[in-house]
């Protein structure tokens, strides 16, 4: 029997996979438990009210939910990421959460932290998610923090979370939304970040600096947030000052990512041994793409189904716009712009009509770094390829 | 002291680990904090090693295993109880595996 010459080895859950070969078909699942929110950010792409029956009564059930993590981890599927909306206000969280554990998944929580009750910490510490705990944080004083949220109370609420999670050793990151209502905080969320886990390792705050437009293309949302957007010269500022080695990675990045993506419009990840349900149980390709024509009721099939036909389908759709095809298309930049169909579909209604602001931002990066001349468009440059290697080969 | 295993003892696996095949692999994922020993680890088995899991059904002690496993594998009897040992040792101090009173 001992011809080899170990029974049992220990790896970690990153390193479960060496080659694609062995990946499973399904690797992660993000489920939206909900859209309502006890937050009522005005930056926010996505919450609708806490309080909205209607809604509610549209939401898959817990038993529905614990029908799709089963056949998830059937499928191999490693992890499940629970994301809202504010996915604590259901109050069966506690239960998938446990379910989703026992089925052997990990588990990654987006949450704002206002509704981390000592249970659920206690939770936490007791059955550990394996994946640190998200929180997006809107500010380091109840004035910044409240002038976002839009809700008294919740800035005390965030930290009483955020103590809990410190308390009971629960491993978290942090992301800071940076908005003209809290910029002042900026240095705030970066020094607190330093004293968090000690001097070691990153600092676990990170900044997100982009902002996408609403997920139903409400005009009223998107005039708010469009109004918060940071310009993209700011982001190269932000980028520079709190990113340690901001060149250094963005070489890396480059050099790994860039690369001209041709008609097809999925030159990104998402639909690749992952998948996303949205509150209602409907498949996507990913948790920002809202584009109704590319969903799929998990009530008329099934989720292996989905997985296995669907998502490959999808991902060969090829561009049929003349400007994304004259544009983003031919670009050696989309690698370093956020434009997809998500976004896309978010800004324009169509999965192929190239942004303007990240666009934009993308050019303003690329030429802080030579990659760029000034008055040169990413898609015009024949020689993208040899810039990227001499600017990777210099970082 | 480290508690030794006995050969004819009954091991089961622990509630609070899930066994799965995940891809090609089969692998233990450790539920509750304390069991394995860090947090993001999980266990794969070879095929031998889930010869010898698929076994412990709460029924069997390990010499019955191995007498079972004698009937598949063309190797000394001796030397599949010392890897069934073995193996129980590895997964039992990570309270992976505890021992139960054998039935009657």
């Known amino acids: 029997m001992s011809s080899t010459t170990e029974f049992v080895v220990r790896k970690s859950l990153n390193s479960l996979f060496s080659s694609n070969a062995a990946r499973p078909i399904l690797s992660r699942l993000d489920i939206e438990l909900t859209e309502r929110c006890n937050n009522n950010c005005v930056h926010c792409y996505n919450n609708l009210p806490l309080h909205d029956e209607s809604v509610r009564g549209r939401e898959l059930s817990a038993q529905e939910i614990k029908t799709i993590l089963r056949d998830a981890a059937a499928l191999g599927c490693l992890g499940v990421r629970f994301s809202g909306g504010e996915p604590l206000v259901r109050p069966d969280f506690a239960e998938l ?8 998944l990990r588990v990654t929580l987006f949450t704002n932290a206002t509704l981390i009750t000592p249970t659920i910490a206690q939770l936490f510490c007791r059955i550990r998610p394996l994946e640190p705990i998200e929180v997006s944080l809107y500010g380091m004083a109840p004035k910044t923090y409240e002038s976002v949220t839009g809700r008294p109370g919740s800035f005390e609420a965030a930290w009483r979370g955020i103590h809990l999670l410190q308390e009971y050793k629960i491993p978290f990151a942090v992301k800071a939304v940076i908005l003209p209502e809290n910029k002042e905080d900026k240095e705030a969320f970066v020094r607190w970040g330093e004293t968090l886990f000690g001097s070691s390792g990153e600092n676990p705050v990170q900044f997100v600096l982009y902002l996408n437009l609403h997920a139903r293309r409400d ?3 998107n005039k708010q947030i469009c109004a918060r957007r940071i310009s993209a010269e700011d982001i190269l500022e932000s980028l520079r000052q709190f990113r340690p080695d901001y060149s250094g990675k963005l070489a890396q990045f480059c050099r790994k990512f860039m690369k001209i993506p041709g008609e097809n419009i999925f030159s990104c990840g998402g639909g690749i041994n992952k998948a996303d349900i949205d509150p209602y149980g409907r ?7 809202k584009d109704p024509r590319l969903s799929y009721d998990l009530k008329d099939g099934s989720l292996k189904e989905a997985v296995t036909s669907l998502l490959p389908q999808w991902r060969k759709i090829k561009s049929t716009n003349p400007e994304y095809l004259r544009r983003c298309a031919r670009c050696f930049l989309k690698g370093l712009c956020l434009q997809c169909p998500a976004k896309s579909w978010l800004e324009h209604g169509s999965l ?3 942004i303007e602001y990240f666009c934009e931002i993308a050019h303003v990066q690329a030429r802080s770094v030579g990659l760029l001349g000034i008055g040169e468009q990413g898609w015009e440059v024949k020689n993208g390829k040899e810039r990227i290697a001499s600017y990777g080969e210099n970082n | 002291m480290e508690k030794t295993i006995s050969i004819d003892t009954v091991y ?6 899930v066994a799965r095949q995940v891809g090609g692999e089969f ?8 069991v394995g020993d860090f947090e993001d680890a999980v266990f794969t088995l070879n095929e031998e090693g889930k ?3 698929d076994r412990m059904d709460g029924k069997r002690t390990l010499r019955e295993i191995a007498l079972d496993l004698g009937t598949e594998y063309d190797t000394p009897i001796e030397e599949i109880q010392r890897d069934v040992i073995g193996f129980t040792e590895e997964l039992f101090r990570r309270r992976i595996l505890h021992q139960i009173p054998r039935q009657e």
């Open chain 1, 283 to 289: 498949l996507r390709l990913c948790m920002l793409l």
């Open chain 1, 352 to 354: 192929d009509t190239p």
């Open chain 2, 12 to 17: 089961v696996p622990s509630e609070e680990v």
């Open chain 1, 97 to 104: 959460y446990v379910y989703a554990r026992r089925r052997g």
């Open chain 2, 51 to 53: 010869a010898i899991w």
């Open chain 2, 27 to 34: 692998v233990l994922v450790p539920i509750s904090a304390g």
């Open chain 1, 219 to 221: 005009s009223v949302r």
